[in-house]
């Protein structure tokens, strides 16, 4: 099964996570967690414009210990057999980072969407998901988008649509 990845993060030369979204290919499984304890002075002008506005709607922030023990817990939940869909590999190891020194036993690897970020079809559909469902910047959103995206380029190959 692909889970579908989305970070924010304090800048890419500083890199701290801030948020972390994922979704499952099914809609099923979803998780969004925000980090009290980044490093918020690493910020850049646009994580400050677009991305910190967004925070703290969603439970209470985590610091990194308590991130990792919700994460693995999530990922004891899922199927046997995960692969993490993203289209950057910060994201990639952003989340291996805040799992800390023990990778679930179901993780299975990294499936990278870079090359339907540039699809028209993949494209639409992330915009078309923006427009009627959330911010853009934001780690869930953007991971359900990214879900939207990919079952929509998955639909074309097939020739069915929806």
């Not at 969004?32 to 002075?41: A, G, H, N, V």
Request: with cysteine.
């Amino acid at each position: 099964m692909l889970i579908f990845l989305d970070t924010e993060y304090t800048d890419l030369l500083n890199c701290d996570l801030i948020s972390i979204g994922m979704v499952s290919e099914d809609g099923q499984y979803e998780l969004y967690l925000e980090r009290s304890d980044y490093e918020r002075q690493w910020c850049n002008s646009f994580v400050h414009a677009a991305v910190l506005p967004q925070l703290g709607n969603a439970g209470p922030a985590l610091d990194r210990d308590q991130l990792a023990v919700q994460l693995t817990m999530w990922f004891l939940t899922l199927p046997r057999s995960i692969a993490i869909a993203c289209d950057s590999f910060t994201d990639w190891e952003l989340l291996l980072d805040a799992l800390g020194d023990v990778r679930p036993p179901n993780l299975i690897g990294r499936y990278d969407l870079r090359g339907h970020v540039d699809s028209s079809v993949f494209h639409r559909a992330v915009v078309r998901y923006h427009e009627r469902n959330g911010p853009w910047h934001h780690a869930l959103h953007d991971a359900r988008a990214h879900r939207h995206g990919w079952l929509a380029w998955h639909d074309s190959r097939r020739g069915t649509s929806k």
